[in-house]
């Protein structure tokens, strides 16, 4: 499988290459040549297949023969360690947790996914290391931190905003040390977006051979099409139309949803489900793509005022703005609208959501009214006890610490504060 700059000025590269470059060299985020929709016979048994089964048919296509499919099969099983239950939360409405890996967001299944591609792809390369340079506006780094750990002939370098992140989720990306540092930067996660991109085309960092673990990456994003298909399974025998909401900021889970159907799973509409930073709700009611600086909100891993993926979103539909539309809606809530529906889904359904979730929520409610007769499923991407901060007092409620966050929250925080990017170019070397 090649793949092809979406600026359209840069060469086709392969899987590998497309995944240890991350950026095309034009800027351009990698995008597959050649998408080919799954045979009927594949959903009609879907039900007798493995999470595991499922995965390998989906990206195999992707991956192409540059990882031997036995590698890849093991890749998977390591990437998909655990559940992804879909619950009931009231008639109609179901949340996909995603939440139940080891940094308690969405995330892992990427970073986990990508790490292992990497280690694959390094494996003969004793003399020259990887640098995975990554921007996160909260749960990102967590995963890839804990996705690249100790991976041989990768470093890891993560920047993200100061202040801006919750205390657990500081905590996951500056303590674990070995191949992992954390830069703490002064400004918001835009910024910290700009800096990494900056350093991907700077010509004079070539030797650190730095890539991308954002969803900008293939690799982490292209993974993330699994669990829509998991949902599907979990769902299929209700015999309605599906409608996703995926809260979104970067826009790749979402883009990845839409590959799925793209492969034929049937999904009859997604919502983007955004906070206050609103650059693609606004495109669809005014036409115009304008970005603008991104807002600190209490859903803070959607703190992103110019989202990457929306580009690749865009080409799945061959930039055919109806035929998007017809699949695809977009609505934005303010904080003080997620923190009522985060109370109304406690107090009503008996569910403990958290912001992203009840952003999903809201934005599938109101897709509803438009499919009385179909099942919505919103997107529970990370654990309420990420954001305990704002689910406890909003709640009234004391969660339990998982074991997951009890190993890190104890342990002390190790960071360099950086302002600019030749301070980011100073500590690459
Ligand atoms: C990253 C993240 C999102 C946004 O996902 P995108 O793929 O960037 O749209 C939503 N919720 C949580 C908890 C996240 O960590």
Redo the contacts with the bound molecule.
């Keep these: 499988m090649k793949y092809y700059s979406l600026n359209h000025n840069a060469p086709k590269v392969s899987f590998k290459e497309a995944v240890i470059q991350g950026l095309a060299s034009d800027k351009g985020l990698y995008f597959p040549e050649n998408i080919t929709a799954l045979d009927a016979s594949f959903f009609d048994k879907i039900e007798s297949l493995s999470n595991e089964e499922i995965a390998f048919e989906a990206i195999k296509q992707f991956v192409g023969d540059e990882i031997p499919a036995e590698k890849l099969k093991e890749i998977i099983a390591e990437t998909l360690c655990f559940d992804f239950p879909v619950v009931k939360v009231e008639n109609g409405i179901y949340s996909l947790e995603l ?1 139940h890996g080891p940094t308690m ?3 892992d299944v990427g970073a986990r996914f990508m790490s292992r591609c990497l280690a694959y792809f390094n494996k003969d390369k004793k003399d020259s290391k990887n640098t995975v340079l990554v921007a996160t ?4 780094g967590g995963a890839v931190a804990s996705g690249f750990l100790s991976v041989d002939g990768v470093d890891v370098v993560i920047l993200y905003p100061s202040g801006k992140v919750s205390d657990i989720q500081e905590k996951q990306l500056t303590t674990l040390g070995q191949n992992i540092k954390a830069l703490e930067v002064d400004g918001v996660f835009d910024d910290c977006q700009d800096m990494v991109k900056k350093a991907f085309l700077d010509e004079t960092l070539a030797h650190k051979n730095l890539t991308s673990a954002n ?1 900008i990456n293939i690799a982490r994003w292209l993974p ?1 099409m699994f669990y829509f298909f998991f949902a599907y399974k979990a769902l299929k025998s209700q015999n309605k139309h599906l409608v996703f909401s ?11 949803g839409i590959m799925a159907k793209k492969l034929g799973l049937p999904i009859e509409h997604f919502v ?1 489900s955004t906070n206050v930073n609103d650059t693609v709700p606004r495109f669809l009611e005014n036409g115009k793509y304008d970005p603008k600086p991104s807002k600190a909100t209490i ?1 803070n ?2 703190d ?1 005022g110019n ?1 990457s ?1 929306f580009i690749r979103i865009q080409e799945l539909y061959n930039n055919d703005l109806k035929a998007f539309e017809k699949d695809f809606s977009s609505y934005s809530y303010t904080d003080e609208e997620t923190l009522v529906a985060l109370k109304q889904i406690y107090n009503t359904d008996g569910y403990i959501a ?1 912001p ?2 009840a952003v999903g929520y809201l934005g599938l409610k109101k897709e509803l009214e438009k499919h009385p007769n179909a099942i919505g499923i919103f ?1 529970e ?2 654990h309420p006890i ?1 954001f305990l901060d704002v689910v406890e007092p909003a709640l009234g409620i004391t969660l339990p610490i998982p074991a997951q966050i009890e190993s890190v929250i104890n342990e002390e925080k190790v960071s360099v504060k950086i302002s600019s990017y030749e301070e980011l170019k100073a500590f690459l070397g």
Excluded: R, W, Y
């Design positions: 939440f967001a969405f995330k506006s909260g749960d990102t969803s993330q995926c809260p979104s900021g970067n826009f790749g889970n979402i883009c990845a983007a859903s891993a959607m992103v989202p993926n958290e992203h979730g997107l991407t990370a990420k």
